[in-house]
């Protein structure tokens, strides 16, 4: 198992930039898919990124792609999500969450639920 605990949320402007980091607990850190998602009051939790267990390999969602960086450094075990151009559509919760390479009849990258481990979420707030 790995415990993730995110920080690096706040309250910003559209057009701001926020870095928000994931870090993970153990020693497996790159045994793991690592995606990013977030859930706004009375939305379902919706994907946002997610990043390979080495880093060659990263996925966005239409929302995010040309805005948002997923990476990661799997000697700090910790991963990142870089933020740019914020808009007030972007404000949430931003988990992240981490998944073992595990086979799956449906698409394991972006549905929520075949994501095993979670941290406790970091609040992001963009007013325009």
């Known amino acids: 198992q790995v415990q993730l605990v995110e920080s690096g949320g706040d309250s910003v402007q559209a057009g701001d930039s926020l870095r928000l980091s994931c870090a993970a607990s153990?020693?497996?850190?790159?045994?793991?898919?690592m995606g990013w998602f977030r859930q706004a009051p009375g939305k379902e939790r919706e994907f946002v990124a997610t990043i390979s267990l080495n880093g060659d390999s990263t996925y966005y969602t239409d929302s995010g792609k040309g805005r948002f960086t997923i990476s990661r450094d799997n000697t700090k075990n910790t991963a990142y999500l870089q933020m740019n151009s914020l808009k007030p559509e972007d404000t949430a919760v931003y988990f992240c969450?981490?998944?073992?390479?595990?086979?799956?009849?449906?698409?394991?990258?972006?549905?929520?639920?075949?994501?095993?481990?979670w941290g406790q979420g970091t609040q992001v707030t963009v007013s325009s």
């Open positions: 969450a981490a998944r073992r390479p595990i086979y799956s009849s449906r698409d394991y990258r972006t549905n929520p639920g075949e994501y095993a481990y």
């Open positions: 153990g020693r497996t850190f790159s045994h793991y898919l």
